[in-house]
């Protein structure tokens, strides 16, 4: 049997290194795959709804919005009624939103593991990520059961909203690795993040639709990359539409490079986590 | 072959200021005061440990034992230089740390397994293995929360056991659990050694290091002090702990008006103690102040820490005049086993402190007469053949007949 040969130097900043590190996290998809199941499994342990709560959350969060905005409120939503609109955009959303409050906690959580035992650190913020995903995949269907009840029929265009989700997972992956590196040192993060969280989803065009933002403004409102992936989303779903290529071209650069360079400095600020948790 | 080997490795902590700094410190304060500590845990440490070899590392607390092991481990990064591992490293430390209280024992072997390195395929192989070694039965679809703290500890051990790496780390291990579940440890690491793995123990147990280990490193601050034999090197660990003194909560307010300056000790001749010969111990100190009723003594404690004895110049005390001296307690008879004891001296007026060097030595019985258990009893013996078994000696108590 052949022995694995480990080098260990000090830590740098490197995106070269990067192929390595991925394929060390390849090596350590096992764990990845039963941190990921764990988070499901132990969320709802002792609670009597059990994995009922995944489809239940998203349900009650529906019928809160829809009611604030569909009679309160009058939305423009291009003759879509308001719960699918909204629910839409909130399924993506719900996603972005527990992966990163889960993930920006989840180093911390674990410090006790982290002082004993080596395995690439960014399985514990992925693994927070990734059960969102599965949450997601669960409040989905309801999604599809929805539109069908309102007469919307899936189109091939609705492909679309694959890639979207693609790119929601790379972009949220990115924001994930820096805010459980940063949380580590200054748990102000963890503190700020539901706030953050509520402003972000109001510049995100979930409850509303980008139409309703003047003009002169999208400039600044597009910088977001959740405004195009959103979009996207719901447009694919809805109206079985292509996306806006450049805008998508564009989101597609700035999630790249968000996710690349922030996985390079969590890998190098990793190394001597253990040390200012 | 070398299995580990340490190219001039150095490891720096950093405390950063604005950490002490106390909340009630104006914000601006906290952000920008940006002064830190240094703190060098390790400074150019190289050595090497070949494949099939056991060595052992001794030192102080803070000597940088831990550091090592950690940096083996991944835990944290060197600051600078180049460790290389060949091999599957695991350390013998407790896997239940890992444990989720939620989880059941199953869910929780696959969980701790993943996490130390396994793929699920290989935890279900062993999963039998585990779950026979650890004794668990049918707890094992149980919650581990619901679990008594000696299951726990037996089922991260049965984790542990079957990790089966090339290189293990030893921190300490023996030093947790009941009787039985020490054995239990022993024997798999004797059993890894014969199996020819590569080991690395560190220990302040120097008696459990020279049994176990064939080469030995001292530490002191970070650096290397002394590498051989593990007799050799518990002997250099001995003698300097006699420069080094920490003290325990009640000595701290000691007024040091009389001061231990140094303990040493030897048979009549000057040589090693051994059970059934002589030993004398000698305690140097220095008086700033003359002092009536001063009380010397000196504690011996087994390596489990336990108060074994103690040799005292008695309740009353003695008149000590400025200036040095020593006091020299002889033992005609030593009737304690081999092996090492820590020593505590003390000056007392009592109830007052004047010094207290807590473990600040440690004393080695050489190997004498042989001895089992915890003393050595001078005795003789005659042997008489032909006499009735029933006959007990006069005015003796009857203990038992033995059939």
Redesign the interface.
């Given at each position: 049997m052949t022995?694995?040969?480990?080098?260990?130097?000090?830590?740098s900043f490197s995106l070269r290194g990067i192929g390595q590190q991925v394929a060390m996290l390849v090596r350590h998809r096992?764990?990845l795959?039963?941190?990921t199941m764990?988070r499901i499994?132990?969320r709802y342990?002792?609670s009597v709804l059990g994995y009922f709560w995944a489809v239940l959350n998203p349900v009650l969060l529906l019928l809160i919005y829809a009611a604030i905005f569909s009679r309160l409120a009058k939305v423009p939503t291009n003759g879509v009624p308001y719960a699918v609109f909204a629910f839409s955009a909130l399924l993506p959303w719900t996603f972005f939103s527990t992966g990163l409050s889960g993930a920006t906690i989840g180093l911390p959580a674990h410090s006790?593991?982290?002082?004993?035992?080596?395995?690439p650190r960014e399985i514990l913020p992925l693994s927070y990520v990734f059960a969102a995903l599965l949450d997601f995949a669960i409040a989905f269907v309801l999604l599809l059961a929805l539109m069908f009840y309102y007469g919307f029929r899936l189109t091939p265009g609705a492909l679309w909203a694959i890639p979207a989700m693609a790119l929601l997972t790379v972009f949220l992956i990115g924001v994930a690795l820096f805010a459980s590196a940063l949380q580590t040192r200054f748990r102000d993060v963890g503190v700020a993040m539901p706030l953050l969280l509520q402003l972000w989803m109001f510049a995100t065009p979930i409850v509303y639709s980008r139409a309703s933002i003047p003009e002169s403004l999208r400039r600044w409102y597009d910088l977001n990359p959740l405004v195009a992936i959103t979009e996207t989303f719901r447009g694919a779903l809805l109206h079985g539409a292509f996306p806006d290529w450049a805008r998508i071209a564009e989101c597609v650069g700035v999630c790249s490079l968000v996710s690349l360079v922030s996985y390079g400095w969590f890998k190098w600020v990793e190394?001597?986590?253990?040390?200012v948790i | 072959m070398f299995d580990i080997e340490f190219n001039k490795v150095s490891k720096r902590?950093?405390r950063r200021k604005a950490e002490v700094a106390p909340a009630r410190a104006p914000l601006w304060e906290r952000l920008l005061r940006t002064r830190q500590d240094e703190f060098w845990a390790l400074r150019e440490v190289g050595f090497q440990v070949e494949r099939g070899e056991a060595l052992g590392i001794v030192g102080h607390n803070g000597a940088g034992k831990s550091t090592i092991l950690?940096?083996l481990?991944?835990?944290?990064?060197?600051?600078?230089?180049?460790?290389?591992?060949?091999?599957?490293l695991s350390?013998l430390?407790?896997v239940s740390?890992?444990f989720?209280a939620?989880?059941t024992g199953r869910?929780n072997v696959?969980?701790s397994g993943?996490?130390?390195?396994?793929?699920?395929r290989e935890v279900a192989a062993k999963l039998p293995d585990i779950l026979n070694f650890s004794g668990i039965g049918d707890f094992i679809d149980v919650?581990v929360k619901r679990y008594s703290s000696g299951m726990y500890l037996r089922l991260g051990f049965s984790i542990a056991a079957h990790l089966n790496p090339?290189i293990l780390l030893l921190d300490e291990v023996l030093a947790v659990g009941d009787v039985p579940f020490q054995w239990k440890c022993l024997e798999y690491i004797q059993q890894m050694k014969k199996e020819g793995r590569t080991i690395l123990f560190v220990s302040h147990d120097l008696a459990a290091i020279e049994r176990l280990c064939d080469r030995a490193l001292l530490l002191s601050g970070g650096r290397i002090v002394c590498e051989g034999k593990p007799n050799k090197v518990t002997l250099e660990y001995q003698q300097s702990a006699l420069s080094v003194s920490q003290l325990p909560e009640h000595a701290r307010t000691a007024s040091r008006q009389i001061e231990c300056t140094r303990f040493s000790y030897s048979n009549a001749n000057g040589g090693a103690v051994r059970p059934g010969g002589s030993m004398s111990v000698r305690v140097d100190y220095a008086a700033h102040k003359p002092m009536q009723h001063a009380v010397f003594n000196v504690y011996l404690y087994w390596p489990s820490g336990y108060l074994c004895t103690q040799l005292t110049t008695g309740e009353k005390g003695a008149d000590i005049a400025t200036g040095s001296g020593y006091v020299e307690f002889f033992c005609p008879i030593v009737n304690l086993r081999p092996g090492l004891f820590l020593v505590d001296v003390a000056i007392e007026r009592y109830p007052e402190v004047i010094d207290w060097r807590h473990r600040c030595a440690t004393l080695r019985i050489d190997e004498g007469p042989v001895v089992s258990g915890d003393l050595h009893m001078p005795h003789e013996h005659s042997i008489v053949a032909g006499a009735p078994s029933s006959g007990a000696l006069d005015g003796s108590q009857v203990g038992a007949d033995i059939r």
């Amino acid at each position: 049997m052949t022995r694995p040969v480990q080098v260990i130097r000090p830590p740098s900043f490197s995106l070269r290194g990067i192929g390595q590190q991925v394929a060390m996290l390849v090596r350590h998809r096992d764990l990845l795959y039963t941190l990921t199941m764990h988070r499901i499994r132990v969320r709802y342990k002792q609670s009597v709804l059990g994995y009922f709560w995944a489809v239940l959350n998203p349900v009650l969060l529906l019928l809160i919005y829809a009611a604030i905005f569909s009679r309160l409120a009058k939305v423009p939503t291009n003759g879509v009624p308001y719960a699918v609109f909204a629910f839409s955009a909130l399924l993506p959303w719900t996603f972005f939103s527990t992966g990163l409050s889960g993930a920006t906690i989840g180093l911390p959580a674990h410090s006790n593991l982290l002082s004993r035992v080596y395995f690439p650190r960014e399985i514990l913020p992925l693994s927070y990520v990734f059960a969102a995903l599965l949450d997601f995949a669960i409040a989905f269907v309801l999604l599809l059961a929805l539109m069908f009840y309102y007469g919307f029929r899936l189109t091939p265009g609705a492909l679309w909203a694959i890639p979207a989700m693609a790119l929601l997972t790379v972009f949220l992956i990115g924001v994930a690795l820096f805010a459980s590196a940063l949380q580590t040192r200054f748990r102000d993060v963890g503190v700020a993040m539901p706030l953050l969280l509520q402003l972000w989803m109001f510049a995100t065009p979930i409850v509303y639709s980008r139409a309703s933002i003047p003009e002169s403004l999208r400039r600044w409102y597009d910088l977001n990359p959740l405004v195009a992936i959103t979009e996207t989303f719901r447009g694919a779903l809805l109206h079985g539409a292509f996306p806006d290529w450049a805008r998508i071209a564009e989101c597609v650069g700035v999630c790249s490079l968000v996710s690349l360079v922030s996985y390079g400095w969590f890998k190098w600020v990793e190394a001597t986590l253990v040390d200012v948790i | 072959m070398f299995d580990i080997e340490f190219n001039k490795v150095s490891k720096r902590y950093v405390r950063r200021k604005a950490e002490v700094a106390p909340a009630r410190a104006p914000l601006w304060e906290r952000l920008l005061r940006t002064r830190q500590d240094e703190f060098w845990a390790l400074r150019e440490v190289g050595f090497q440990v070949e494949r099939g070899e056991a060595l052992g590392i001794v030192g102080h607390n803070g000597a940088g034992k831990s550091t090592i092991l950690k940096l083996l481990s991944r835990i944290t990064a060197p600051t600078e230089g180049e460790i290389v591992i060949r091999g599957r490293l695991s350390s013998l430390i407790e896997v239940s740390s890992g444990f989720h209280a939620e989880l059941t024992g199953r869910e929780n072997v696959y969980l701790s397994g993943v996490i130390f390195g396994m793929s699920r395929r290989e935890v279900a192989a062993k999963l039998p293995d585990i779950l026979n070694f650890s004794g668990i039965g049918d707890f094992i679809d149980v919650p581990v929360k619901r679990y008594s703290s000696g299951m726990y500890l037996r089922l991260g051990f049965s984790i542990a056991a079957h990790l089966n790496p090339d290189i293990l780390l030893l921190d300490e291990v023996l030093a947790v659990g009941d009787v039985p579940f020490q054995w239990k440890c022993l024997e798999y690491i004797q059993q890894m050694k014969k199996e020819g793995r590569t080991i690395l123990f560190v220990s302040h147990d120097l008696a459990a290091i020279e049994r176990l280990c064939d080469r030995a490193l001292l530490l002191s601050g970070g650096r290397i002090v002394c590498e051989g034999k593990p007799n050799k090197v518990t002997l250099e660990y001995q003698q300097s702990a006699l420069s080094v003194s920490q003290l325990p909560e009640h000595a701290r307010t000691a007024s040091r008006q009389i001061e231990c300056t140094r303990f040493s000790y030897s048979n009549a001749n000057g040589g090693a103690v051994r059970p059934g010969g002589s030993m004398s111990v000698r305690v140097d100190y220095a008086a700033h102040k003359p002092m009536q009723h001063a009380v010397f003594n000196v504690y011996l404690y087994w390596p489990s820490g336990y108060l074994c004895t103690q040799l005292t110049t008695g309740e009353k005390g003695a008149d000590i005049a400025t200036g040095s001296g020593y006091v020299e307690f002889f033992c005609p008879i030593v009737n304690l086993r081999p092996g090492l004891f820590l020593v505590d001296v003390a000056i007392e007026r009592y109830p007052e402190v004047i010094d207290w060097r807590h473990r600040c030595a440690t004393l080695r019985i050489d190997e004498g007469p042989v001895v089992s258990g915890d003393l050595h009893m001078p005795h003789e013996h005659s042997i008489v053949a032909g006499a009735p078994s029933s006959g007990a000696l006069d005015g003796s108590q009857v203990g038992a007949d033995i059939r």
